[in-house]
């Protein structure tokens, strides 16, 4: 088996260059060929992994074979598709309402956050998602809000999902979607009197996995 280049911290990739991101049983039939397949150490490494750009490689498989031997569903291994990593806003995530989101740390990570608004306000952020598949997005969130007044709403194209209000500390949700263009937004939305807690929302961790 191909080892990982351990010179430039990359890992060798295998085929599927121009694909959509890779269903898991695609997934599942490279892991299972993997002898078939051939691998050229000297072949272009790649940064990216397979759950950010659908390439699969062999980070990937050992991922893959770790949850096997842990008797775990395999999508646990995966990274997520956006978790900030960067320290920076990462394009195609557009503000909207009264005020944007803001990178922030907590911990030695970092998530976004919501901008600070006024009563009656909303602070908005938005991510549009084509996807080719019936799929399901999850993600961290934190809210920190006067409990049933403010708080923090997910949304789908328009629909209310969820709303989370009141001292949460860090919790993690799920929500189906259809094959399609998809908007996500998630608001933070004050009513017109008081405040509580730090007054805001953070969401982190951002993933899509196909059904
Ligand atoms: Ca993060
Ligand atoms: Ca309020």
Known sequence: MATLDGQTGRYPMLGWQKRPKVGLHEFVWVARNWGEIGFAPESEPNLVDFSKDGHIDIYDLMMLGESWWQDLPARDAFEPDEDFSSGQLPSG????GDAGWLITQHAEDYAIRSEQIGD?????ITLTRDTRFLGRISFDYLVSSEEGFD???FVID??????FSGETGWQTCSFEFTPGE????WSYCKDSYWQAGNDMGMIDNIQFTEE
Do not use: D
């Open 158 to 163: 328009g629909e209310p999902q969820a709303k």
């Open 93 to 96: 995530w557009q503000a909207g």
């Open 182 to 185: 998809h908007t996500f937004t």
């Open 151 to 153: 708080g923090l709403a």
């Open 120 to 124: 009656s306000q909303c602070a908005s």
